[in-house]
């Protein structure tokens, strides 16, 4: 167990529907890192967020959005989905990037299926 | 972010010893190299990281190159458990965040 939750671990939408996915990263973690990973792409950097703070983005696309509230959990919103978007959707945190130990906890993941 | 390149895959018998390579050759001075797994239908998880020095931890241990232009993860004894997809990661070191980009990785087989 990683320390980090993710929920959903399941969903299953529509095409044009929207949908939130959760992430609790450890206790004490500031930085959290969203992943998105299909059968054709891997493993990809989506966004991270630092304290409340935007600190990098990777490719992620317009219709996604992502925001770390006060209590440092995140969410990641997915709009006007599209079959292409089902895929394993992982958070990740650490410490703080000052003290960076090298190591990214990983959630299990949540699967979203657009049909 | 500079590039690694790791084969596809690999086979290993179980209770062996694995060398997973890793070729790194744009590097530069300040990037530390960094290996994770991910096992079937769990998230990527730490292995180990080092810099210019070989690291030794409970999982494995870390042998890099004295160019730094390639590095190698030993897996001293491979048991089952170690069937999983291995990346061999750079990350720089100047950087203000700490995201990791993953390549393809290094699927291991492990026989019994």
């Known amino acids: 167990d990683s320390g980090v939750t993710q929920t959903p671990k399941h969903l299953i939408t529509a095409t044009g529907q929207r949908v939130t996915l959760r992430c609790s990263p450890r206790?004490?973690?500031?930085?959290v890192y969203w992943y998105q990973q299909s059968l054709d792409q891997g493993l990809q950097f989506l966004i991270q967020?630092?304290?409340?703070?935007?600190?990098a983005k990777g490719n992620i696309l317009e219709r996604f959005s992502a925001q770390q509230f006060p209590d440092l959990h995140s969410e990641l919103n997915l709009s006007s989905l599209e079959l292409g978007d089902s895929a394993l959707y992982f958070c990740?945190?650490?410490?703080?990037?000052?003290?960076?130990?090298?190591?990214?906890?990983f959630g299990e993941g949540s699967r979203l299926t657009v049909l | 972010d500079a590039k690694t390149t790791q084969p596809n895959s690999m086979e290993s018998n179980e209770e062996e010893p694995v060398h997973l390579p890793c070729n790194h050759s744009?590097?530069?001075?300040?990037?530390?190299i960094h290996w994770y797994r991910q096992l079937p239908s769990q998230g990527p998880e730490y292995v180990i990281h080092?810099?210019?020095s070989n690291v030794n931890n409970r999982m494995a241990s870390l042998a890099i190159a004295e160019d730094r232009k390639s590095s190698t993860l030993i897996l001293h004894r491979a048991t089952l458990r170690d069937a999983a997809v291995y990346y061999c990661?750079?990350?720089?070191?100047?950087?203000?965040?700490?995201?990791?980009?993953f390549g393809q990785g290094t699927t291991l087989q492990v026989k019994p």
């Open positions: 990740a945190s650490s410490v703080s990037i000052a003290e960076y130990t090298g190591e990214l906890f």
């Open positions: 206790s004490g973690d500031l930085s």
């Open positions: 967020y630092y304290n409340g703070e935007e600190r």
């Open positions: 744009t590097i530069s001075g300040t990037d530390y």
């Open positions: 080092g810099l210019t």
């Open positions: 990661i750079l990350r720089v070191g100047s950087s203000n965040t700490g995201k990791l980009i």
